[in-house]
């Protein structure tokens, strides 16, 4: 096996690097960030830093870039408060990925890239359309992370959007059902396909599946 510290690793050139660190820590969900301003343009990114934060409240949160390199979604969401999430389906893949481009503020990604926005709930931030995960949430905290330069956004789910026959009786989303893809670094996208699931793990039972 191959051994590498970290003086060889900061020494690798950026690109190599950066794909390198991107994949290593694993397979990611993979969204679409919806959003608008005040003035009605609306904005769409990718995102595969999403991640979990708590069931109760609802909280979700995404690693935005800094501002610098990524200002629209965040600075749209500090606008209007809302905002969407949207989970990526093999079939518009091409699509989702040409949104990580970096397009001039008075250019939506939708427009550019033919997925459609989709009004709905008295949300005012746009749904994608051809997504059939999609959730709406209102900021919470933005935490900016002074070791990148990076912000941690988290937001509330207020309204949640999907198919019902992908939802099991005990709340768990089959999401490989659902055609939900998943990523890893920045430019590589996966199927998933759905292995056990399993009991609550206690100290001293016998691990079982959930049948």
């Not at 200002?71 to 408060?81: F, K, L, P, V, Y």
Request: with cysteine; aromatic share 10%; glycine share 8%.
């Amino acid at each position: 096996m191959a051994s590498f510290g970290i003086t060889e690793i900061e020494s690798w050139d950026r690109f190599y690097r950066s794909n390198f660190i991107n994949s290593l820590t694993g397979f990611k969900s993979v969204s679409l960030i919806g959003s608008i301003n005040l003035q009605g343009k609306t904005n769409l990114g990718i995102f595969s830093s999403i991640v979990h934060i708590g069931s109760n409240p609802p909280l979700v949160g995404y690693i935005n870039r800094p501002v610098s390199a990524a200002s629209h979604t965040m600075a749209n969401i500090e606008e209007t408060g809302i905002y969407t999430i949207n989970h990526i389906q093999s079939f518009f893949i091409e699509q989702a990925h040409q949104t990580s481009a970096k397009y001039p503020k008075e250019i939506s990604e939708f427009e550019e890239t033919g997925l459609h926005t989709e009004f709905k709930n008295n949300i005012i931030a746009p749904f994608v359309k051809e997504s059939s995960i999609k959730y709406a949430l209102s900021l919470q905290e933005i935490i900016p992370i002074k070791l990148n330069d990076t912000f941690l956004v988290i937001g509330k789910i207020i309204s949640v959007i999907l198919e019902n026959d992908v939802v099991l009786q005990d709340g768990f989303i089959e999401l490989d059902k659902a055609g939900s893809v998943c990523s890893n670094g920045g430019d590589a996208y996966y199927n998933a396909e759905f292995i056990d699931r399993y009991q609550y793990a206690r100290p001293g039972a016998k691990t079982e599946k959930i049948i």
